[in-house]
């Protein structure tokens, strides 16, 4: 073992020049810091537990860590939300100093007059670690996030150890930029798009006209009543209401495998392919049907909670059809959509329209009933706006 203060050479350069290169034959921030780590360590770092926390542009996740330890199969993931922030656990913790200052600490656990300021400390200690060091990693926007390292050699990490690792530190830093920014580039089209368009834009699909055309379970919604609504409400309050409405409908589409394309005003579009190497056109029908009767009972939830409130029910209609509709970009050079469009997607939500001529809150076409097991109860056929012929629709037992 290496004992602090003795001379050591560390050719750290390697590594340098692989992290310079990207990383190669590490696709992932959790593959990169598993074959940093084991670099590291083949070089002559006595690590013990490695970790990088980065910040990243996410509706509910304010940042990330991946946590690697001697010996361990795997990287650990973990996200946290914009909550931990004005947490005391985060607050007293060296990482939020690192960010806020952009100051190396070091914590040299093996000397009996080390600072104990950070309560995680006591847990290092117990673990048989002798020295913690965490840095900065600047990124060129002036943004600052942290790596910690840490080792169970007696003594501590020698002055060689500790000059290896400031070494590695810039190329480190670029290389959790550029991660940092695909990530965050994948999260907003998650966020904007959905999963399933967002990854086809990720893969070039990018110009006006791109698209392809798919058979799938078109499912439109809408909000009853929403004018006087917004006429009654403050803006905070109806901009409330609404987003209590999307977590019931959009969420359990998301939850049931579907992916939501629009938000239209009060409205939401949204689809459940049917794929070869995906979903059967049964298994596409049935989650559209089961995502309905989730998005139905958290309608009832949420109701349930506006009467206890003294405020009145939220109305709402569901309307399910099943065909080929065309899946691309749409809209102008400069500004474009990723949708569906055709006449499938036009009687998806003339169905949705019938649900307050019927007096219904869930309506379906006979091309999703027949594909589906169990009963459910026609209502008929009925003309619809701008479609030629009369369409068969239905309902199930259990809904209004």
């Not at 304010?62 to 914009?82: H, I, N, Q, S």
């Not at 806020?100 to 080390?114: F, K, S, T, V, Y």
């Not at 929403?226 to 019931?248: I, K, V």
Request: proline content about 4%; hydrophobic content about 45%.
């Amino acid at each position: 073992m290496n004992e602090v203060g003795k001379e050591d050479h560390i050719d750290i350069e390697p590594v340098v020049d692989w992290l310079v290169a990207g990383a190669p034959g590490a696709p992932l921030s959790q593959d990169i810091l598993m074959a940093l780590a084991e670099r590291l360590v083949e070089h002559g770092l006595p690590l013990y537990r490695a970790a990088v926390f980065v910040t990243t542009l996410h509706p509910n996740v304010m940042g990330r860590g991946f946590f690697w330890v001697a010996g361990a199969k795997a990287v650990e993931v973990g996200e946290a939300p914009y909550s931990i922030l004005d947490s005391e656990e985060y607050l007293r913790n060296p990482v939020a100093r690192v960010v806020q200052e952009g100051n190396e600490i070091r914590r040299h656990l093996a000397d009996p007059e080390c600072l104990d300021d950070f309560p995680m400390l006591e847990g290092l200690r117990q673990d048989g670690v002798t020295d913690y060091v965490i840095m900065p990693l600047e990124f060129t926007n002036g943004e600052i996030h942290a790596g910690s390292w840490s080792t169970r050699q007696e003594g501590g990490f020698s002055a060689t150890q500790l000059a290896a690792l400031r070494r590695i530190r810039p190329a480190l830093s670029r290389l959790a930029e550029i991660m940092a920014l695909k990530r965050v580039a994948r999260n907003l089209l998650d966020a904007y798009l959905g999963s399933q368009s967002g990854e086809k834009v990720l893969a070039g699909k990018i110009k006006l006209g791109d698209g392809e055309d798919i058979h799938a379970v078109i499912w439109f919604c809408d909000l009853r009543g929403s004018t006087p609504l917004a006429d009654s409400l403050s803006r905070s309050d109806f901009l409330a209401l609404l987003n209590d409405y999307f977590e019931c409908m959009a969420g359990a589409v998301l939850d049931g495998g579907g992916e939501v394309l629009r938000f239209i005003g009060d409205a939401a579009l949204a689809i459940f392919p049917v794929a070869d190497e995906g979903d059967s056109v049964e298994a596409a029908c049935a989650k559209a049907v089961a995502a309905a009767g989730d998005a139905m009972a958290r309608m009832a939830e949420l109701n349930a909670r506006r009467l206890a409130a003294g405020e009145d029910e939220i109305g709402f209609g569901i309307g399910l059809h099943l065909g080929n509709v065309m899946y691309g970009n749409i809209g102008t050079p400069s500004r474009i959509e990723f949708s569906v469009i055709g006449a499938a997607a036009n009687e998806a939500a003339r169905i949705e329209g019938m649900c307050k001529v019927l007096g219904r809150n869930f309506l379906l076409s006979g091309e999703v009933v027949r594909h589906l097991e169990g009963d459910r109860h026609s209502l008929g056929r009925h003309g619809l706006r701008g479609v030629g012929e009369e369409i068969e629709v239905f309902t199930l037992p259990e809904s209004r």
